[in-house]
């Protein structure tokens, strides 16, 4: 093993105390949400979603109505179906079209429940309502996950090389492809998303490094320097520079470090660089150390002296850092890896410790659709091949694909099925016409991770009407999959790509770094970040997309350099920034393309919160979130409960009892915060009576749910600077 040092360090704890229902931050998302009707108010409690089922969410919620004049609300449940339209990258979810399928008011006699429920099932569906997607899936009751069965996602380690010195890994797709440049005698490697040319007279590469940087070397896979200069014509194909998002934040002041040694890389291969010779420091709580002059995810475990190392979700362990590394599920981590703080700077690794409740998020976060609408009439495809299309079939199904296109064509029987980003398109022949598919045959879902088609399983049809198909894709379709019970990126095999007159990669696991943001999902980079150098990922003239998920998705390529990776230095929550920053470009639905065929409200909810604020509020009249204490809820029979300081409460004829069986005071409007005080009379029936072990667990589990996902929202909205609007009634 080689030799290491073990520093000392300082961390900076972000203190992020657990909110409670009544003190906490002001909210940006506030619940319950006040709704005016004919002659009082109707106030809707934070829902409790019980079922996902594609874009339908089943839920419950408690309500309470305050009729004018009215000497005590009265409170009850409501179930509820809804459509889902989803906004992942502004992290909200909008629950349209909502159907009221059952209520309960348990106080109440048979005239009054038959007057009530004629009045939510008339005036509740009118209602939009926006809710935090992170208050959503913390409190999505899933009892079925879409889990990869075990073998599927292929886990096998990359080629992993450890190196004591700043280097950067440059990924060929092969061997090198070379095409002439149509303005010189230069050549391209077009296999990579990295700008490499040849000057095949000098026999010399040339590798871009920045705008005005270049290296140099005459054998592509070693021996690469700096260049003092480079011909003039090779300067000029320098790819243009990385867009810098307006408001991105620096890190802070750090001399760059030197120029790094380049490694290129012809088959899956993973580059941890540290500066110098390993350095460790403690993490407080644990017997683990985590190297702390790399990029790279790696950590020591004091008790066994094994190495782990984070790879695209995937953890691997080796005796010695050269060395042979192999791959350990989740679940056969040492204990110790539970224990990182989730605000400690390697607390962005518990995604993919099983248990926590980090990856418990991202599992569920991988099970939410990115929802739209597009119009039937305005969406058009027109698919490119290189040559006449050439066929293959998938295997362990009836289906084919064609290999010489950028865009997933699909043979089943005597159609062909197309997805251009996230929407699916059928024709009758390969060369269309194409026109928006209104279902697929579920053989397609049948496809295996091996295949480069799979991706495209995680894209579906919902429902349909004559103008318009409601549809979503699963971060699937982008790369995440769930497996056993943590994310991963990518499934692991190797896709060959296409090459004729024109390179088509695929989707490629390894190689770039790959990195998990709780708010923005994956980012890639390099495996050094602190160097002079930019190394443009994707900006020569041949690259199409396709590393990185679906053609033209781009991701999160800025690396470590503008945010992320320095956490350790900067705090996490600036990755968090950074990453979060990107998500908009991230949805598929965003795109040029997609934009002319969604609707207007679909493409207004999918925009940034200020332009579709603006957008959606021309549509329908915003209503902010009552003052009132989030802190009522209803149970799986639709009783109500309420969860004071002093414990739970539930209600009963016009007031609140307790576990002693004691009511609190009778109030005739609703309080802005929850009751401590309990009436000294007691009921002749008490709490517990009513509510059983299983109703108390429940609760218990519903209020834990809700705390967790407001802390996680306001988190979000404070790291983001951004609020979101609570209900929308439609015209």
Same mark, same amino acid.
């Given at each position: 093993?080689?030799?290491?040092?073990?520093?000392?360090?300082?961390?900076?704890?972000?203190?992020?105390?657990?909110?409670?229902?009544?003190?906490?931050?002001?909210?940006?998302?506030?619940?319950?949400?006040?709704?005016?009707?004919?002659?009082?108010?109707?106030?809707?409690?934070?829902?409790?979603?019980?079922?996902?089922?594609?874009?339908?969410?089943?839920?419950?919620?408690?309500? +309470?109505?305050?009729?004018?004049?009215?000497?005590?609300?009265?409170?009850? +449940?409501?179930?509820?179906?809804?459509?889902?339209?989803?906004?992942?990258?502004?992290?909200?979810?909008?629950?349209?079209?909502?159907?009221?399928?059952?209520?309960?008011?348990?106080?109440?006699?048979?005239?009054?429940?038959?007057?009530?429920?004629?009045?939510?099932?008339?005036?509740?569906?009118?209602?939009?309502?926006?809710?935090?997607?992170?208050?959503?899936?913390?409190?999505?009751?899933?009892?079925?996950?879409?889990?990869?069965?075990?073998?599927?996602?292929?886990?096998?380690?990359?080629?992993?090389?450890?190196?004591?010195?700043?280097?950067?890994?440059?990924?060929?797709?092969?061997? +090198?492809?070379?095409?002439?440049?149509?303005?010189?005698?230069?050549?391209?490697?077009?296999?990579?998303?990295?700008?490499?040319?040849?000057?095949?007279?000098?026999?010399?590469?040339?590798?871009?490094?920045?705008?005005?940087?270049?290296?140099?070397?005459?054998?592509?896979?070693?021996?690469?320097?700096?260049?003092?200069?480079?011909?003039?014509?090779?300067?000029?194909?320098?790819?243009?520079?990385?867009?810098?998002?307006?408001?991105?934040?620096?890190?802070?002041?750090?001399?760059?470090?030197?120029?790094?040694?380049?490694?290129?890389?012809?088959?899956?291969?993973?580059?941890?660089?540290?500066?110098?010779?390993?350095?460790?420091?403690?993490?407080?709580?644990?017997?683990?150390?985590?190297?702390?002059?790399?990029?790279?995810?790696?950590?020591?475990?004091?008790?066994?002296?094994?190495?782990?190392?984070?790879?695209?979700?995937?953890?691997?362990?080796?005796?010695?850092?050269?060395?042979?590394?192999?791959?350990?599920?989740?679940?056969?981590?040492?204990?110790?890896?539970?224990?990182?703080?989730?605000?400690?700077?390697?607390?962005?690794?518990?995604?993919?410790?099983?248990?926590?409740?980090?990856?418990?998020?991202?599992?569920?976060?991988?099970?939410?659709?990115?929802?739209?609408?597009?119009?039937?009439?305005?969406?058009?495809?027109?698919?490119?091949?290189?040559?006449?299309?050439?066929?293959?079939?998938?295997?362990?199904?009836?289906?084919?694909?064609?290999?010489?296109?950028?865009?997933?064509?699909?043979?089943?029987?005597?159609?062909?099925?197309?997805?251009?980003?996230?929407?699916?398109?059928?024709?009758?022949?390969?060369?269309?016409?194409?026109?928006?598919?209104?279902?697929?045959?579920?053989?397609?879902?049948?496809?295996?991770?091996?295949?480069?088609?799979?991706?495209?399983?995680?894209?579906?049809?919902?429902?349909?009407?004559?103008?318009?198909?409601?549809?979503?894709?699963?971060?699937?379709?982008?790369?995440?999959?769930?497996?056993?019970?943590?994310?991963?990126?990518?499934?692991?095999?190797?896709?060959?790509?296409?090459?004729?007159?024109?390179?088509?990669?695929?989707?490629?696991?390894?190689?770039?770094?790959?990195?998990?943001?709780?708010?923005?999902?994956?980012?890639?980079?390099?495996?050094?970040?602190?160097?002079?150098?930019?190394?443009?990922?994707?900006?020569?003239?041949?690259?199409?997309?396709?590393?990185?998920?679906?053609?033209?998705?781009?991701?999160?390529?800025?690396?470590?350099?503008?945010?992320?990776?320095?956490?350790?230095?900067?705090?996490?929550?600036?990755?968090?920034?950074?990453?979060?920053?990107?998500?908009?470009?991230?949805?598929?639905?965003?795109?040029?393309?997609?934009?002319?065929?969604?609707?207007?409200?679909?493409?207004?909810?999918?925009?940034?919160?200020?332009?579709?604020?603006?957008?959606?509020?021309?549509?329908?009249?915003?209503?902010?979130?009552?003052?009132?204490?989030?802190?009522?809820?209803?149970?799986?029979?639709?009783?109500?409960?309420?969860?004071?300081?002093?414990?739970?409460?539930?209600?009963?004829?016009?007031?609140?009892?307790?576990?002693?069986?004691?009511?609190?005071?009778?109030?005739?409007?609703?309080?802005?915060?929850?009751?401590?005080?309990?009436?000294?009379?007691?009921?002749?029936?008490?709490?517990?009576?009513?509510?059983?072990?299983?109703?108390?667990?429940?609760?218990?589990?519903?209020?834990?749910?809700?705390?967790?996902?407001?802390?996680?929202?306001?988190?979000?909205?404070?790291?983001?600077?951004?609020?979101?609007?609570? +209900?929308?009634?439609?015209?």
């Amino acid at each position: 093993m080689p030799q290491f040092r073990i520093a000392t360090t300082t961390a900076l704890v972000f203190l992020i105390g657990a909110t409670t229902a009544f003190c906490q931050d002001e909210p940006d998302d506030p619940w319950p949400k006040e709704i005016q009707v004919a002659n009082g108010t109707v106030f809707i409690y934070q829902p409790q979603p019980e079922k996902l089922e594609g874009n339908h969410v089943k839920a419950r919620a408690a309500i +309470a109505l305050e009729s004018d004049g009215s000497e005590a609300p009265v409170f009850g +449940a409501i179930w509820f179906s809804t459509r889902l339209e989803t906004d992942r990258a502004n992290r909200t979810a909008t629950l349209a079209d909502i159907s009221v399928t059952q209520t309960r008011f348990p106080d109440q006699d048979e005239a009054k429940t038959a007057q009530l429920k004629n009045l939510l099932e008339t005036e509740i569906p009118k209602w939009d309502i926006v809710i935090s997607m992170d208050r959503l899936l913390a409190t999505l009751e899933l009892r079925e996950q879409r889990i990869e069965a075990a073998g599927q996602i292929n886990n096998d380690p990359p080629i992993i090389l450890f190196v004591s010195e700043p280097a950067v890994l440059i990924v060929i797709d092969g061997e +090198a492809r070379l095409k002439k440049e149509d303005s010189s005698d230069l050549m391209r490697v077009i296999n990579t998303p990295y700008t490499l040319l040849l000057d095949p007279k000098k026999k010399t590469y040339f590798l871009n490094a920045d705008a005005e940087t270049w290296y140099t070397a005459t054998d592509i896979k070693s021996d690469w320097s700096v260049a003092d200069s480079v011909p003039k014509e090779v300067a000029a194909l320098a790819p243009e520079p990385e867009p810098v998002d307006e408001g991105e934040i620096e890190e802070e002041d750090t001399e760059p470090g030197p120029p790094p040694k380049i490694y290129v890389a012809t088959e899956p291969t993973e580059l941890i660089s540290t500066d110098d010779e390993p350095e460790y420091s403690p993490i407080a709580g644990t017997e683990l150390l985590y190297m702390s002059n790399t990029d790279s995810d790696l950590f020591l475990h004091l008790s066994d002296l094994q190495h782990y190392v984070l790879l695209a979700g995937r953890w691997f362990t080796a005796d010695a850092l050269d060395g042979p590394w192999r791959y350990v599920p989740g679940e056969e981590l040492p204990e110790d890896f539970a224990k990182i703080p989730e605000d400690d700077p390697n607390g962005t690794v518990l995604y993919a410790v099983p248990g926590t409740a980090l990856a418990e998020s991202a599992v569920l976060d991988a099970q939410i659709p990115q929802t739209a609408t597009i119009e039937r009439d305005n969406a058009s495809l027109d698919v490119e091949y290189d040559g006449d299309p050439q066929y293959k079939d998938i295997e362990d199904t009836t289906l084919t694909y064609i290999v010489n296109s950028p865009t997933p064509v699909i043979q089943a029987g005597a159609t062909f099925y197309a997805v251009d980003e996230a929407v699916w398109f059928v024709a009758s022949s390969p060369t269309g016409p194409w026109v928006v598919a209104t279902a697929v045959p579920d053989v397609i879902y049948t496809i295996p991770p091996s295949s480069p088609m799979y991706h495209v399983t995680y894209v579906h049809i919902y429902s349909h009407t004559d103008e318009v198909v409601y549809i979503g894709y699963l971060p699937g379709y982008t790369g995440t999959y769930v497996y056993n019970t943590t994310i991963v990126y990518g499934t692991g095999y190797y896709y060959p790509y296409w090459y004729g007159a024109r390179y088509y990669p695929r989707h490629s696991t390894w190689g770039f770094h790959v990195r998990y943001n709780p708010w923005g999902g994956w980012s890639f980079g390099l495996s050094y970040s602190s160097g002079p150098f930019t190394f443009y990922i994707g900006r020569g003239s041949w690259y199409g997309g396709g590393w990185w998920g679906p053609h033209r998705y781009r991701g999160y390529r800025h690396g470590y350099r503008r945010g992320y990776r320095h956490g350790r230095r900067s705090g996490y929550r600036a990755g968090y920034r950074a990453g979060q920053r990107n998500a908009n470009q991230r949805n598929m639905y965003n795109s040029n393309r997609n934009q002319s065929r969604s609707t207007a409200q679909s493409r207004a909810r999918n925009q940034t919160p200020s332009t579709s604020q603006s957008q959606i509020s021309n549509q329908a009249r915003s209503t902010a979130g009552s003052n009132r204490a989030n802190n009522v809820y209803a149970d799986r029979n639709g009783d109500v409960h309420r969860r004071t300081d002093q414990g739970w409460e539930q209600r009963s004829g016009n007031s609140w009892q307790n576990a002693d069986g004691q009511r609190s005071q009778p109030s005739s409007q609703l309080s802005s915060q929850p009751s401590s005080q309990p009436s000294s009379q007691p009921s002749s029936q008490s709490y517990s009576g009513r509510s059983n072990t299983s109703t108390r667990q429940q609760m218990d589990r519903s209020y834990s749910s809700r705390q967790q996902g407001n802390q996680r929202a306001n988190s979000y909205n404070r790291s983001s600077g951004r609020s979101q609007s609570g +209900a929308r009634r439609r015209r």
